[in-house]
């Protein structure tokens, strides 16, 4: 009952070898590239393949700048709706204040807004999966910024949303697995 993945998997050999080194079991299925690997911890996945081929303080400080990346891409959304809505106190006052003015004209607040924001960015994100390589990046970025322009011209998200959402959005592709 963990909302954590207890196997992991790779297509990579140079990945199942060092996870058989550090004593993990590797189970190969016949007919499939992936090997499953077991058990797998939590920091596991903030470990990349090329931590193996690098000095171990650079790769020690790689992995921790992921885990930091994980945690903003976590909790940032929820600061931001916590701070804005509840503890405005805890930010200096010109820039409450700025913010204040930037959602002055939206009708939301900014839990609906903040949530909005992230569906309409996972979405992004699956179609720029589905479609062909070529033009599926292409798709998400313009897609993107479109849809985030038009949406703050529209005031239905504030600026200020849109950049915390953006940070979330590119903390949340530092994470290797």
Known sequence: FTPFPTIYNTERP???AGNLLEGRIAIFVDGTPFVLIAPALFMQFFQ?????????????????????MFMISLIAPATYVAVTTFHQEMVPTTLIVAIAAQREAVPFPAFVEALLMEITFEILREAGIR??????????????????????????????????VSITAIASFATPS
Request: net charge neutral.
């Open 131 to 164: 479609l062909p390589k070529a033009i599926g990046s292409a798709v998400s970025i313009v897609g993107a910024l479109v849809i985030g322009q038009a949406a703050v011209q529209a005031s239905i998200v504030s600026p200020a949303m849109v950049i915390i």
């Open 14 to 16: 140079d990945v199942v």
């Open 48 to 68: 990349s393949a090329e931590d193996y081929y690098a000095r171990f303080d650079i790769a020690t400080s790689i992995r921790l700048l992921r885990i930091l």
